[in-house]
């Protein structure tokens, strides 16, 4: 589903960030991609969102070359795709429900068809007295459920999580966790970048450990 062959990244002129990264992602499986701060977890998954190029190295992305891709063809990839990045990206002038809501929308969906599952999502992440609210008004936390919520609701083939625990207390972490575990046996590959060790340990998925600018798997 999602392959990384010697792949290297650097911003500019700078060092080598990620070096000779390899490693495949089968469809439905489940990993962590943990590492000390700084040794590119972030820009990894960036590199799976195609929100950067490698400088280097081959990346195939549900079957295709993501180097030969024509720009067209980058949305609808990118739909197939749950990102929760640490910024969130909420938009601002529409509710929480809206927000939410919006993949099921883009997919030309009814309102009908899913309000009462949209419902049921926010309250599994805490946020059902908060769907009215618009993001500037939530807090950091409550931001990061709604960023969640929004990235899972559609099912998507992929999901890349960015410390998706790091704004929460521990028993909401494990909440979420339930939440990924339960994507992932509906058939979604999940990865989740992570320094929450109880988070690693609840689930005893493998881990993908990012360590200067090496990739090894563990599990
Ligand atoms: N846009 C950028 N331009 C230049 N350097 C960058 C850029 N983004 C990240 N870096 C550098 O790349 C390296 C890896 O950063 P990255 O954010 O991917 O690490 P991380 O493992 O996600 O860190 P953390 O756990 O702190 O979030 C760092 O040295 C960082 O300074």
């Given amino acids: 589903m999602i392959r990384f ?10 060092p080598e960030v990620l070096r000779d990264v390899n490693f495949h992602l089968a469809p439905a499986s489940f990993h962590f991609l943990t590492g000390p701060s700084g040794a590119g977890k972030t820009s990894l998954l960036k590199l799976m969102f195609l929100a950067n190029r490698p400088s280097r190295g081959l990346i195939t992305m549900f079957g295709q070359d993501i180097a030969t891709l024509p720009r ?43 309000r009462a599952d949209v419902e049921e999502l926010l309250a599994w992440v805490g ?19 709604a960023a ?13 999580a960015d410390e998706p625990t790091g704004n929460v207390d521990p028993e909401m972490g ?22 929450d060790r109880a988070l690693v340990e609840a689930a005893g998925a493998p881990e993908l450990v990012l360590r200067n600018g ?6």
């Fill in 214 to 219: 090496g990739l090894t798997v563990r599990g």
């Fill in 5 to 14: 062959e010697n792949v290297g990244l650097r911003y500019g002129m700078g």
């Fill in 72 to 114: 067209a063809d980058l949305p609808p990839l990118r739909r197939r795709i749950g990102v929760v990045f640490q910024e969130f990206r909420l938009i601002d002038h529409l509710t929480t429900y809206e927000n939410i809501a919006l993949p099921l929308k883009i997919q030309g969906r009814k309102e009908e068809s899913y």
């Fill in 127 to 145: 946020l059902g007295d908060r769907m009215n609210a618009k993001p500037p008004t939530l807090s950091g936390g409550e931001k990061q459920r």
């Fill in 148 to 160: 969640i919520a929004r990235a899972v609701v559609a099912q998507p083939d992929v999901l890349l």
């Fill in 174 to 195: 494990q909440r979420l966790l339930r939440l990924f575990v339960e994507l992932n046996r509906l058939g979604t590959c999940v990865l989740i970048a992570t320094h």
